[in-house]
């Protein structure tokens, strides 16, 4: 089931910014590793980002660090993608993702599609001149 709620994608063109968000309200972001997914046509489904407060930790794949910024507010339920210098090849359809913890797994290793208790609907963002 769908419980989390994106906004902020779009067209751009290179080297622009979006910023996406994703909130919920029906369940506390304490308990869980979120962060985003993205999936580019005829690519599968790949973690981009994410944030855990149970160890501090953020994760950013090669390609978008030092571009991307995830920040999340538990009080708000929200957590947010800030793109930067957007490329043709951060193309894709972008999916909000929450994880719970499971025992003393890491972080990393849970951030995967197969681990997601809850996806949201997806938020295309297209990056063209």
């Known amino acids: 089931q769908l419980q989390l709620v994106e906004s902020g994608g779009g067209l751009v063109q290179p080297g622009g910014s979006l910023r996406l968000s994703c909130g919920t309200s029906i369940f506390t972001f304490d308990y869980y590793i979120t962060g985003w997914f993205r999936q580019a046509p005829g690519k599968e489904r790949e973690a981009v980002s994410y944030m855990s407060n149970s160890d501090g930790s953020t994760y950013y794949t090669d390609s978008v660090k030092g571009r991307f910024s995830i920040f999340r507010d538990d009080m708000k339920k929200t957590v947010w993608l800030q793109m930067n210098n957007l490329k043709p090849e951060d193309t894709g359809v972008y999916y909000c993702?929450?994880?719970?913890?499971?025992?003393?797994?890491?972080?990393?290793?849970?951030?995967?599609?197969?681990?997601?208790?809850?996806w949201g609907k997806g938020t295309l963002v297209t990056v063209s001149s």
């Open positions: 993702a929450a994880v719970r913890y499971r025992g003393s797994a890491s972080p990393f290793s849970l951030f995967t599609p197969t681990n997601v208790d809850y």
